[in-house]
């Protein structure tokens, strides 16, 4: 089945030592999302790539940065994770932005910060 | 900025009723409103998405509408099953690939 993987599905790591989580997608999806989702709280956009165009929200801390290699994989690094990074990492896709089509949401990755 | 709001935060029905979530956003400009389904310590499962120029859409129990005018929409839920437990977030895009959320609904429906 077509479907959004995200791996590792639980990753811990210390406190500033840089993380990268994964995402890969067999939907052939233009679009690729990462949103951040904290406890009891709405899933929040990160950044997204259009294609090979790379859009970071307003209000995204540097700490976070992303890279898509190709149509099939995005990554999520965060270069020096604190306490407040603890959450789960969303990553979704769509078809095409400009056409409105749906989000289809991996199963996420729970980073837990020690 | 849009503000997506879901009433209630939780909510608790026996099994075999029918129920209505409910979600209120407040800029009417949007692309589409989506439904989805989140089980604990889990990603989100799409439901139901209705375009801006839709009413309502349907998928076997479920049955979503929207009044982009104001600012409304609502999933229904016929004969609520104990599997049916989750919380229930709602999403409007509003261009620009940026989906706002709520913070959902946790659903509870007792055996």
């Known amino acids: 089945d077509a479907m959004v993987i995200q791996n590792p599905r639980y990753q811990v790591t210390q406190f500033g030592k840089p993380v990268t989580l994964s995402c890969s997608q067999t939907?052939?999806?233009?679009?690729m999302y990462w949103y951040q989702q904290k406890s009891s709280q709405a899933p929040k956009l990160l950044f997204h790539?259009?294609?090979?165009?790379?859009?970071n929200e307003a209000d995204t801390p540097d700490n976070f940065q992303s890279r898509r290699p190709n149509t099939s994989f995005c990554f999520l690094d965060i270069r020096s994770p604190g306490l407040g990074d603890a959450a789960m990492y969303l990553c979704?896709?769509?078809?095409?932005?400009?056409?409105?089509?749906?989000?289809?949401f991996g199963p996420g990755t729970r980073l837990t910060v020690t | 900025k849009q503000e997506v709001t879901q009433i209630p935060a939780a909510l608790s029905v026996p099994e075999g009723e029918n129920l209505v979530l409910n979600c209120s956003f407040t800029?009417?400009?949007?692309?589409?409103l989506q439904w989805f389904r989140q089980d604990p310590g889990k990603g989100l499962t799409s439901l139901l998405l209705?375009?801006?120029?839709?009413r309502e859409q349907t998928s076997g129990r479920l049955n979503a509408s929207l009044d982009k005018s104001s600012g409304r929409s609502t999933l229904y839920i016929a004969a609520s099953q104990p599997g049916d437990s989750a919380t229930y977030l709602c999403?409007?895009?509003?261009?620009?690939?940026?989906?706002?959320f709520g913070t959902g609904t946790r659903l509870t429906v007792i055996p």
């Open positions: 979704a896709t769509s078809r095409d932005s400009a056409k409105s089509y749906e989000q289809y």
């Open positions: 939907l052939n999806h233009n679009v």
């Open positions: 790539y259009y294609d090979k165009d790379f859009n």
């Open positions: 800029d009417s400009a949007i692309y589409n």
């Open positions: 209705i375009q801006s120029s839709q």
């Open positions: 999403a409007v895009e509003g261009g620009a690939n940026n989906l706002f």
